[in-house]
């Protein structure tokens, strides 16, 4: 059954003190959960780098569509509305990857400290982004206040990776285990996630095996559908969503891992997945 749509938060009324829309800096994407792409531009979106199935410029097409940047002051406004407002209890900032060797997270830092700013340590705010090059850029994250972070690797299948994240593979995964080993220990086991996606020419045995690995590590991972929307290249090859019976396997099997780990979604994880597209 479909879920019913959310309705147009209340804080997306209001503009800033700079006479911007709320609606341009931050969504409510579900009840409770107040998201924004803080820089809405990535270093990969040029062929042939970028992910085949990403779509983060795309909304810029968009009249009176999301700001490219959005600045730590119009952030926290804005947030601090939807708290007031709307009753949101969660916080989530991604961002496109930068040129610089903290891919971003040095950014994500300043909105953060914001947004603490602004509505104090009791709502949970989780970030995301590529591995940074530069580790500091984790510590730099806890200190503003991040709650939990995610480092999303898509894949662990190096031949998937070039496939459909040529840009990305150029960032070795032992990148990104040592910066989830990194985040652990900053943030604390289950406050570290990434997704693994399910539609990509995957053998679910191997997904499986990967996530056992993860969880393994105090990383949690979520298991994710991809779901090719225009304006993604995988939609221009044709690609499909993965079959339903798939899905449920294999989201059942890393459920158990999870359970056995004790692994439940620390506080300011994602309360469940999303797909891709």
């Known amino acids: 059954m479909a879920e019913p749509p959310v309705p147009r938060p209340r804080f997306h009324d209001l503009v800033t003190a700079d006479g911007t829309p709320y609606h341009r800096i931050a969504r409510m994407p579900e009840a409770g959960l107040v998201t924004s792409t803080v820089v809405q531009t990535c270093v990969r979106y040029a062929e042939p780098d970028r992910c085949r199935f990403c779509a983060i410029e795309e909304p810029l097409r968009e009249p009176d569509g999301t700001l490219p940047v959005k600045r730590p002051a119009q952030l926290a406004e804005a947030v601090r509305a939807a708290v007031r407002l709307d009753g949101a209890d969660r916080v989530s900032l991604t961002t496109g990857t930068g040129a610089g060797p903290d891919r971003g997270a040095r950014y994500l830092a300043r909105c953060v400290r914001a947004i603490r700013a602004a509505i104090g340590p009791a709502v949970p705010i989780q970030v995301t982004c590529e591995p940074p090059a530069d580790l500091a850029a984790l510590g730099l994250l806890r200190e503003a206040g991040t709650t939990a972070i995610g480092m999303n690797v898509e894949t ?31 943030f604390g086991r289950d406050h570290v996630s990434t997704c693994l996606l399910v539609g990509l020419g995957e053998r679910p045995a191997d997904l499986i095996e990967g996530a056992r690995r993860l969880v393994a590590r105090g990383v949690h991972p979520f298991v994710v559908p991809l ?26 099997a890393v459920d158990a891992l999870l359970a056995a780990h004790g692994l439940a979604g620390g506080a300011g994880m994602p309360r469940r997945a999303a797909a891709v597209g």
């Open 227 to 252: 779901r090719p929307i225009p304006g993604t290249l995988a939609h221009r090859d044709g690609l499909t969503e993965p079959p339903p019976a798939r899905v449920a396997m294999i989201t059942e």
């Open 156 to 186: 662990l299948d190096d031949r998937l990776r070039r496939r459909w994240l040529p840009g990305k593979a150029r960032v070795p995964l032992a990148q990104y285990e040592a910066a989830w080993e990194h985040g652990v220990r900053v």
